[in-house]
C-alpha cells in the first residue's frame, strides 16, 4: 500500500483547508485510514481514523467538531476536512493505513503505512 498525501499550506485562523491521501495498493474494504499529525518539537499524536468499510469515525478531542475524517471509495482517496483552524493547529500532516482495525487506532505505532506528509501552518 502506498499512500501520496497533498492539500497542505498556509491558512489564516478561523479558515479552512482539505488534505487528501491517494490510497493505492489496497486490495480490500478491510483497512483502516488515519491522519496524525506532528508539530515541532513534539510526538506525532492522533487527528483522526475510520474503518475504510464504514461505521463511525473516531477524532481527537482537540479537533472534534472542527476537523472530518471520510473517505470516497471510487477515487480511493481518505479526506481530512479541517475548519476553524488554530494556530496550535500548526503541524505537518500524515495520512496513515494498515489492514484490518485496531483498538489502538490512537497510536501511532498501530499503523503500518505512512503517508509522506503535508505541512499546515496557520497563522495571521
Known amino acids: 500500500v502506498q499512500l501520496q498525501a497533498c492539500g497542505g499550506g498556509w491558512m489564516q485562523p478561523g479558515g479552512s483547508l482539505r488534505l487528501s491521501c491517494a490510497v493505492s495498493g489496497r486490495e480490500s474494504n478491510n483497512y483502516g485510514a488515519g491522519w496524525f499529525r506532528q508539530a515541532p518539537g513534539k510526538e506525532r499524536e492522533f487527528v483522526a481514523a475510520m474503518r475504510w468499510s464504514g461505521g463511525a469515525p473516531h477524532h481527537a478531542d482537540s479537533v472534534k467538531g472542527r476537523f472530518t475524517i471520510s473517505r470516497d471509495n471510487d477515487k480511493n482517496t481518505v479526506y481530512l476536512q479541517m475548519t476553524s483552524l488554530k494556530p496550535e493547529d500548526t503541524a505537518v500532516y500524515y495520512c496513515?493505513?494498515?489492514?484490518?482495525?485496531?483498538?489502538?487506532?490512537?497510536?501511532?505505532?498501530?499503523?503500518?503505512?505512512w503517508g509522506q506528509g503535508t505541512l499546515v501552518t496557520v497563522s495571521s
Open positions: 496513515a493505513g494498515r489492514c484490518g482495525w485496531s483498538v489502538s487506532y490512537y497510536v501511532a505505532s498501530a499503523w503500518v503505512f
